[in-house]
């Protein structure tokens, strides 16, 4: 019987290469999205591939969405191994114009989406009476406050607070909670970071923001969707049952803590 594993979010960018990353491991994937047409198209890629896919559309802000989306992996897998919190969403603002719409949506969506994904989650393994593994999308946001991003920067400490309080009260069910934290990889994200800054900026031209944050990385070269599976798709294996309740970086060496 092989695994299963959930991935928020993962039409495209980073959630796409550790779905992918988890088929090449073994695991039947449920690929979801809010975006429709991208979820059919990766799905449709995976299949082709020889992947054992289902697509799911929700969005990860709606606590039915998250367990409608949890519902339909066991009903066609008949259980649940990982649920990967990994859908989010940017914002780029100086402090002083950060607006009621702003936080409300990313909270929304970076926030309340892993607090719902996770008790969705929880439940599932619970009632199996399996260990679980849920792992979070967090980022070295979650462990540094950056200037132009401080609302994203803000949901990502919470998405690591959640995954210290939730690794806490888990435990005792053998469902472990651990998060990723990428640091600057090329995905539509950055795309739009990037074009926001620009715009903030007296200086800085199209793709110049992106470098300047990539400049910083020791390793020398920004970050793939494979850097950042290869730790989740550890995450996920039985080699990670004894860690719980950490955020780890992966970041060429970018943040050190
Ligand atoms: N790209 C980076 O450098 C970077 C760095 C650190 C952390 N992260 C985190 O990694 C995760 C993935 O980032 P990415 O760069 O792949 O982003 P992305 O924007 O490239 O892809 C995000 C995917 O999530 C989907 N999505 C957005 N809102 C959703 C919702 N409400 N419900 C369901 N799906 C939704 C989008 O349609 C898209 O397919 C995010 O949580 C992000 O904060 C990214
Ligand atoms: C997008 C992200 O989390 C970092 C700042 O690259």
């Given at each position: ?87 989010g969403?940017d914002a780029v603002s100086p402090f002083?114009?950060i607006?009621?719409?702003q936080?409300?949506?990313l909270?929304?969506?970076n ?27 967090c980022s070295i946001a979650g462990h540094e406050s950056y200037e132009m991003l401080g609302t994203y920067s803000a949901t990502k400490h919470a998405v690591k ?20 934290c990428p640091g600057v990889a090329?995905?539509?994200m950055w795309?739009r970071i990037d074009?926001e800054m620009?715009?903030y900026s007296?200086?800085l031209?199209?793709?110049?923001a992106f470098?300047k944050f990539s400049s910083e990385i ?31 970086l992966?970041d060429?060496?970018l943040v050190?803590r």
């Open positions: 019987m092989s695994k299963v594993a959930i991935v928020t979010g993962s039409a495209g960018g980073l959630g796409k290469g550790i779905a992918e990353r988890l088929c090449s491991d073994g695991f039947s994937v449920v690929v979801h999205d809010i975006n429709e047409q991208l979820l059919n198209e990766t799905v449709n890629e995976f299949k082709n591939k020889g992947y054992d896919v289902i697509g799911v559309k929700g969005d990860v802000s709606k606590r039915n969405d998250q367990f409608n989306l949890v519902k339909k992996g066991v009903e066609k897998f008949g259980h649940l191994d990982v649920f990967v919190n990994n859908a969403i002083l114009e607006t009621e719409e936080l409300n949506k909270f929304s969506i926030v309340n989406g892993v607090v719902f994904g996770t008790q969705a989650a929880a439940e599932q393994f619970i009632s199996q009476k399996s260990k679980g593994k849920i792992i979070n999308a607070s959640f995954t210290h309080s939730a690794a806490k009260e888990l435990a005792k069910y053998q469902i472990t909670v651990n998060a990723y090329k995905t539509k795309d074009e620009v715009k007296d200086d031209k199209p793709g110049e470098e020791a390793l020398g070269r920004y970050q793939t969707p494979e850097d950042v599976a290869n730790l989740v798709s550890f995450l996920a294996s039985d080699d990670a049952d004894y860690i719980t309740g950490q955020a780890i992966t060429g060496g050190y």
